[in-house]
């Protein structure tokens, strides 16, 4: 067992429940480079074609795809219709949901299979070369699981190439925070509920956009994380990372949700589907809960 893997799971031990994003920030080293000590354990190493996986994604029936950042994560049951492709991007368009994806920022792909009282939990995670997730896809109940396993006989690991490894992310100066106004994102939330306003809600990473839209139903506070928990979809947001917000004015204005280390944690917006009405209890809404 090597000395990483060792640690992990003297970490696990005495953290129950922790996350692998969060085990990788207190060890220093990246979720991908976490998952390398799994290889044989639950774990296989995948090919990164993504024109392959992209077009079998319609075939797979409906998956939860994931994807987070500092702040967010956003969990979206989904039929993945045909992808569309256009200025170096992949762009999946469906009802109440969207994903775009930029294809180069892709450097490493994985197989995971977790243990769960409720059955294992399969899925297809892809990394940047530093080894930060972009994406997860997973196979539950409602998934085409024989299309599932012929996808991952197609993205193989051919046997004879090297093991991967990590680069270094890139020491770039971090943009500036914006300094953002305080908001109160549950009173946002739960007012958008009362109304039955369509919201757009999105969250992005560096390789990812996905979003989700319709009316929220279920907004739940957990300490700093603030979440909306409804059938086939979940956002969690933990606020601590937070500069504030700020709101983008326009005919269906925006609120943006600033991190504090530079960069944007997630956007809310009323969907197309909003009557003149919504629209306005929005715009109402968003005044009140953003400060000046």
């Not at 085990?23 to 995948?46: F, M, N, P, Y």
């Not at 994985?110 to 997860?136: C, H, M, T």
């Not at 937070?242 to 917006?269: K, M, T, Y």
Request: glycine letters at 8%; one cysteine or more; charged letters at 20%.
């Amino acid at each position: 067992m090597s000395e990483l893997k060792q640690r992990w799971q003297a970490l696990r031990e005495s953290q129950s429940g922790l996350r692998i994003r969060d085990a990788a920030a207190q060890l220093g080293v990246s979720e991908a480079a976490l998952l390398e000590t799994r290889i044989g354990d639950g774990v296989k190493r995948l090919s990164v074609r993504i024109d392959a996986l992209c077009a079998a994604l319609p075939h797979l029936g409906t998956v939860m795809s994931l994807i987070r950042n500092e702040s967010a994560v956003h969990e979206k049951d989904v039929a993945f219709p045909t992808a569309t492709s256009s200025d170096g991007e992949i762009r999946f368009n469906g009802p109440g949901f969207d994903l775009t994806l930029i294809p180069s920022s892709v450097a490493h792909a994985f197989y995971v299979e977790d243990a769960n009282p409720k059955g294992p939990l399969r899925s297809i995670q892809l990394f940047d070369a530093a080894g930060g997730a972009l994406w997860k896809i997973y196979a539950r109940d409602k998934a085409d699981h024989a299309a599932f396993e012929r996808l991952l006989a197609d993205l193989a690991w051919p046997e004879d190439v090297q093991p991967i490894s990590f680069s270094r992310p890139a020491a770039t100066a971090a943009d500036p925070a914006p300094a953002g106004a305080p908001v109160d994102l549950q009173a946002l939330l739960e007012a958008a509920a009362a109304e039955a306003i369509p919201v757009r809600l999105e969250v992005a990473n560096h390789g990812v956009r996905q979003s989700h839209c319709g009316p929220l139903v279920r907004i739940v506070r957990m300490g700093p994380w603030l979440n909306v928990l409804d059938p086939g979809f979940d956002w969690h947001l933990n606020e601590k990372p937070l500069s504030g917000g700020s709101i983008e004015p326009g005919d269906r204005p925006s609120l943006v949700l600033h991190l504090a280390s530079g960069g944007e944690a997630a956007r809310l917006q009323a969907d197309t589907g909003a009557t003149a009405d919504q629209l306005a209890a929005w715009r109402g809404i968003l005044q009140k809960v953003v400060t000046s």
